[in-house]
């Protein structure tokens, strides 16, 4: 096999939505003993084809009432808090991830979705639901939550701060960490084993694409695995 290398992050996330599946890399994060580094499986992507790969910009969102938004925060008296400034400072292979608010409300939809294309965003994972579907699979932009649900945010919830660490259901997601995702599920990879973990795994892969094709050829599980070690 030859060596895996990439010079910029252009490169690596193409490696990566070309030749790597989450199920290897969660294999290859267990071994690491990196145990819990995959997103609740309720976050699934809007079509079955979809695959994220990039940077966490992540954003933290809490609920609000908008009626009552003249408290001592002044944040909470802007539209929708940060999540202008959020979508703004998109950059280029970054993925929005938002958690923090409670399921009630869409946390990201098409126009939200537009501008982070338009800024070079690869795509959205959010601890809550959508909205504008039609919209988002027009844009062909990979999202990934729990579903479709158009209520809005606007009267419900606020952006609170953007590019800190959040923790979605125990798992811990840094700014600038790898978010890799597809059908089936979304997997975080931190920052400073990401590096070994991708050349792992693509290492993996591999193998693993040749005990499929001798288990095709007849060898059975127990002799293939005795041979390349992987199952």
Request: net charge negative; hydrophobic share 40%; proline share 4%.
């Amino acid at each position: 096999m030859d060596k895996l290398t990439w010079k910029n992050d252009d490169e690596l996330f193409e490696i990566m939505r070309d030749k790597l599946y989450s199920a290897v890399i969660g294999d290859i994060l267990d071994k690491m003993k990196y145990f819990h580094q995959f997103l609740p499986q309720r976050i699934q992507p809007l079509r079955d084809d979809m695959i994220v790969a990039g940077r966490a910009m992540t954003v933290l969102e809490a609920d609000a009432f908008e009626e009552l938004s003249d408290g001592q925060n002044p944040i909470m008296k802007k539209p929708f808090g940060l999540m202008l400034e959020a979508l703004d400072d998109i950059k280029k292979n970054e993925v929005y991830i938002c958690t923090g608010s409670s399921p009630n409300y869409a946390l990201v939809g098409e126009l939200m979705s537009t501008r982070m294309k338009i800024l070079g965003g690869v795509g959205a994972v959010v601890n809550g639901f959508h909205r504008d579907t039609k919209g988002i699979l027009e844009l062909d932009f990979p999202c990934f939550s729990y579903g479709r649900y158009a209520q809005d945010q606007a009267p419900r919830g606020k952006v609170i701060d953007i590019r800190v660490p959040i923790e979605i259901e125990g798992v811990r997601v840094n700014p600038g960490d790898i978010i890799f995702g597809d059908m089936d599920g979304v997997v975080v990879i931190p920052k400073e084993v990401e590096e070994e973990v991708i050349k792992l795994a693509y290492k993996k892969a591999t193998e693993e694409k040749m005990v499929s094709n001798a288990i095709k050829a007849g060898m059975g599980a127990k002799e293939s695995f005795d041979k390349y070690g992987v199952m």
